[in-house]
């Protein structure tokens, strides 16, 4: 019986063991669980999503409490418009993670950073250019597009150095979405180098509707398949979203996949950034506490456990310390709901929002806890310990039973005394 071992990823001069881990903002996804990956012979991914929070904590810079001070009189103000990101702050942040994480890499393996469209920051055009090209600039070994289209992010940096040499990818979830990104960046010259096929049971924000469970990510991938081959087109595809086992990972490759990318059953790893105690939240889940909302401003459904703190909490913007999902106007789908909420609760000393969340409050504080459909699994693929709790799994433990189990087995860590 085959296993994902007997399969290699190709990007240009590397081979490379064909399992990418997913980015997952903010920090979840952190350079210590990305390193892993790349010492381990496959493809880690930090992620670019409130770079100025992660910087604060990982690198003690002050940059998010700067903001503030700098913005501190429009606390009150239910206008955010005015409230905008210095890009060269920006710079600093994104270098400082990306040179930080490279320094560190070891292995053949590679490290991408995840860069969100979605995270409009009040200037999407300048910002999102400027977060590229200082990931280049730091050395990063290559850019996966996410949470948008990207008509036209390739064209953002094609005047940068190394556009032609760096590995560029994106997600997307359908052939109209794919064959859109490749009409509007043919203007470019490049082609991406691999694309990453999301179907409806990820974790994080899905490229579907409230109708999503009538897709199904086989049937998605053998579309955009038949797709570029019939474009004459031969770039890596890599499914996503639900790829539980190394069974499950097994039968995409032989179906034609070039590798998969997995996330959920990383989210209880020692090295993924979530809280200790949110690790035991994910191992707990059963299958009727994950959902699929609408409460991101983003506009995306959204899957997450139910039990998330950030699910309907009423708290006031903190567009002025962070604001990554303010538009091109500057504004937020969830600042309206809570003008709204304040507005019919006059003297309310809290409101309650139900249906949009302060995403970048509750992301940076770990407070909506996202995950793929599959997490209600993640149970059985450790044990209990001697206080109830479950035993935090290794990355590489969990990277090994995706590479080398070969039916839809899953390996149990060695026991540890507690
Ligand atoms: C906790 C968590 C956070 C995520 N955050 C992001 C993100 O910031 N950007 C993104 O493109 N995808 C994000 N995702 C999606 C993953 O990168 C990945 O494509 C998907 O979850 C794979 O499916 P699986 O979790 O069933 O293995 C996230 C997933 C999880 C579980």
Redesign the pocket.
Request: hydrophobic content about 45%; glycine content about 20%.
């Given at each position: 019986m085959k296993c994902v071992d007997d399969f290699r990823l190709r990007l240009g001069k590397h081979e490379l063991v064909p399992i990418m881990i997913?980015?997952?903002?903010?920090d979840?996804?952190t350079a210590d669980l990305a390193l892993e990956a790349a010492r381990l012979g496959g493809i880690g991914?930090i992620?670019d999503?409130m770079i100025n929070t992660v910087a604060d904590r990982r690198y003690d810079t002050k940059q998010v409490k700067e903001k503030l001070a700098f913005y501190k009189y429009n606390v009150h103000n239910e206008d955010k418009s005015s409230v905008k990101f210095d890009l060269g702050r920006l710079v600093e942040a994104t270098k400082l993670h990306v040179e930080a994480t490279m320094r560190r890499k070891q292995g053949s393996g590679l490290v991408f950073i995840?860069c969100?469209e979605k995270l409009t920051m009040n200037a999407p055009k300048e910002t999102l250019k400027v977060r590229m090209s200082a990931a280049l600039d730091g050395g990063i070994d290559g850019i996966?597009l996410?949470?948008g289209l990207h008509l036209g992010s390739f064209a953002l940096i094609e005047d940068h150095p190394r556009f032609r040499d760096v590995r560029l990818g994106i997600?997307v979830s359908s052939v109209r979405a794919l064959s859109l990104f490749l009409k509007k960046s043919a203007r470019t010259g490049r082609l991406p180098d691999y694309v990453?096929v999301?179907g409806p049971?990820?974790?994080?924000?899905l490229g579907f509707g409230m109708d999503w469970a009538q897709y199904d990510l086989a049937t998605i991938v053998a579309e955009v398949i038949a797709f570029l081959k019939a474009e004459q087109l031969d770039i890596p595809v890599i499914p996503?979203?639900?790829?539980?086992t190394g069974g499950d990972a097994t039968a995409l490759l032989e179906q034609g996949a070039a590798a998969v990318?997995?996330?959920?059953?990383f989210?209880v790893t020692e090295e993924c950034g979530?809280p200790a105690k949110v690790k035991q939240e994910y191992f707990k889940a059963n299958a009727e506490d994950i959902v699929v909302n609408e409460i991101s401003p983003t506009g995306y459904p959204m899957r997450m456990i139910l039990g998330s703190p950030g699910i309907g909490d009423g708290i006031r913007p903190n567009c002025e310390a962070y604001g990554y999902l303010l538009d091109a106007n500057g504004k937020c789908a969830y600042v309206m709901a809570y003008n709204r909420e304040v507005a019919a609760h006059p003297g309310a000393r809290k409101v309650s929002v139900m249906d949009k969340t302060c995403l970048c409050t509750h992301m940076r504080n770990f407070d909506i806890?996202?995950?793929?459909?599959?997490?209600y699994r993640l149970k059985d693929t450790s044990q209990r310990l001697g206080d109830g709790s479950y035993q935090l799994l290794s990355a590489e433990h969990v990277f090994r039973d995706y590479q080398f189990s070969s039916d839809n087995k899953v390996v149990l860590p060695e026991s540890v005394a507690v």
């Open positions: 997913g980015g997952m903002g903010v979840i996804s991914h992620s999503a995840n969100m996966t996410a949470a997600i990453v999301e049971l990820a974790g994080g924000h996503a979203g639900g790829i539980f990318q997995v996330a959920t059953r989210t979530l806890w996202t995950c793929g459909q599959t997490a």
